[in-house]
């Protein structure tokens, strides 16, 4: 059957270790930043001590994965389960079970595709380092990653350095900046380990090609499209600039090796200057990406945000949508409806950003996240949830105009193959094409269950994207 999408296209599905493994400390394994943060909230939500519990059920998982038709499955390999300590001992039961995960995978047809670092560094790299703020940090990511291509490379041909750099460095718990109040020295801090992590990727791209024959490995991005709050010119720069300063600057680093000159001011002005080594720059610029991938849930507004007696340039309000006085401040689109967790919901904003990356980089982009986080509910065995396949064929139907348009894609993997814990929102909130039988507060029987979305993919899948 013809469809617009190439007959190797990569149709899957996504996870993060933190968030489905569950079997926090077992076999070795031991605390990671998700960890700690999760059990801060574990009086209100799930925690990842259990999570979906896939450590313990990843083979019948895998085996709904097939059925499902998945001809890749987007995943993590959580750091600490491979050392521990973070440069510590390896720890061979940790890769035993990626082992066993990726030959299941294969011996389905599934591609496994292995994000090795996605928001769960280990523990006692904050104790020694303050995590990415050290330089030692960046060395033992690159040990770790080394380590995962020696491994799993003769299997595993596709890879991401880092999962959404560009908005972890956003949230200061994310990143374990814990008890810093003091706004200019956080972002000091946060510029550092910005880039010492910008540096680590270069370093993963790098080691990937030397190591691996025939391997691709690209940058997992969060979308940001920002439209102007108004076509007043200054609201039209504030869209950009905010695109800029949530996106660009970071890909420009992965892609030329070196900072923008807007984000070099802002560095400069703001007095946060990272502390960079002479021999970084051929690393940087060595490391060429093979794709991008892009993670694509929201767009939003922007306006101009002029600066004032108490906020001078680059004063920074907010977090995952924070304002910059001197360049942007952000609101919702009044013009989109919204899901309940506050999402804006923007299927043409999809095929926006796709041009928008094709055409400034010139690389294959694949979605490795995209969904619809609900509060779905279980009625006599079965989960109906027709507004996530409409969310679901909107979205692939602006991945097929974007073809059109002359993108070059390589896939299109939903967030999230099963429901998960949600940092933010526990099991409250479900993404899943399958839907996994337990609360926030009791795990219940774990039981997997197929969701309407789940029958409805596997058509779109079997028929190479026709949507009915």
Not at 216 to 232: D, E, F, H, M, Q
Not at 249 to 269: S, V
Request: hydrophobic share 35%.
């Amino acid at each position: 059957m013809n469809t617009i999408f190439p007959k190797d296209f990569l149709w899957g599905a996504s996870s993060s270790a933190f968030q489905i493994e569950g079997a926090w400390d077992e076999d070795g394994k031991k605390m990671t930043v998700a960890d700690y943060n999760s059990f801060k909230k574990s009086d209100i939500q799930a925690d990842t001590k259990v999570a979906s519990d896939f450590y313990h059920h990843f083979e019948e998982d895998i085996d709904l994965m097939k059925e499902l038709g998945m001809k890749t499955y987007r995943f993590s390999i959580s750091w600490a389960r491979i050392i521990p300590d973070g440069d510590g001992e390896v720890n061979q039961k940790g890769i035993d079970f990626y082992n066993k995960v990726i030959n299941k995978l294969i011996e389905c047809n599934i591609e496994p595709f292995v994000t090795l670092y996605h928001f769960d560094l280990p523990f006692t790299l904050v104790e020694k380092y303050n995590g990415w703020e050290s330089r030692e940090t960046v060395y033992a990511y690159e040990r770790f990653a080394k380590i995962c291509f020696k491994e799993f490379g003769d299997r595993v041909k596709y890879w991401q350095p880092h999962n959404e750099q560009n908005l972890i460095v956003r949230v200061e718990e994310r990143i374990n900046i814990y008890d810093e109040k003091d706004p200019l020295k956080i972002d000091k801090m946060r510029a550092q380990m910005d880039y010492n992590m910008c540096l680590a990727h270069a370093i993963a791209v790098n080691a990937c090609h030397e190591m691996i024959r025939n391997s691709k490995i690209g940058a997992a991005v969060s979308s940001s499209v920002t439209y102007p709050l108004t076509c007043n010119p200054e609201d039209v720069c504030a869209s950009r600039m905010n695109d800029n300063f949530k996106v660009y600057y970071m890909l420009d680093m992965h892609f030329y090796g070196e900072y923008p000159g807007y984000y070099l001011k802002y560095l400069k002005e703001r007095d946060i200057m990272p502390y960079i080594e002479p021999e970084d720059k051929d690393i940087l610029k060595r490391a060429k990406m093979d794709f991008i991938a892009v993670n694509y849930y929201r767009t939003n507004c922007a306006e101009a945000l002029p600066v004032d007696d108490n906020h001078p340039y680059g004063t920074r309000e907010g977090a995952v949508d924070f304002n910059l006085y001197g360049l942007f401040k952000m609101s919702m689109n009044p013009r989109l409806k919204a899901s309940e967790y506050g999402a804006s919901i923007d299927p043409s904003g999809l095929r926006v950003a796709l041009n928008e990356y094709w055409q400034r980089y010139h690389l294959p982009l694949i979605i490795t996240e995209n969904g619809l986080g609900t509060p779905d509910v279980l009625e006599d065995g079965k989960v109906h949830d027709d507004y996530r396949i409409d969310y679901l064929r909107e979205h692939i139907n602006a991945c097929a105009l974007a073809i059109e348009d002359g993108v070059e894609m390589l896939g299109y993997c939903p967030w999230s193959f099963m429901d998960l814990l949600s940092s933010a929102q526990g099991f409250r909130k479900r993404y899943g094409l399958v839907y996994t039988n337990r609360t926030d507060h009791d795990i219940l029987g774990l039981e997997r269950i197929k969701k309407d979305s789940f029958y409805w993919y596997k058509k779109v899948i079997e028929t190479n994207g026709k949507l009915e």
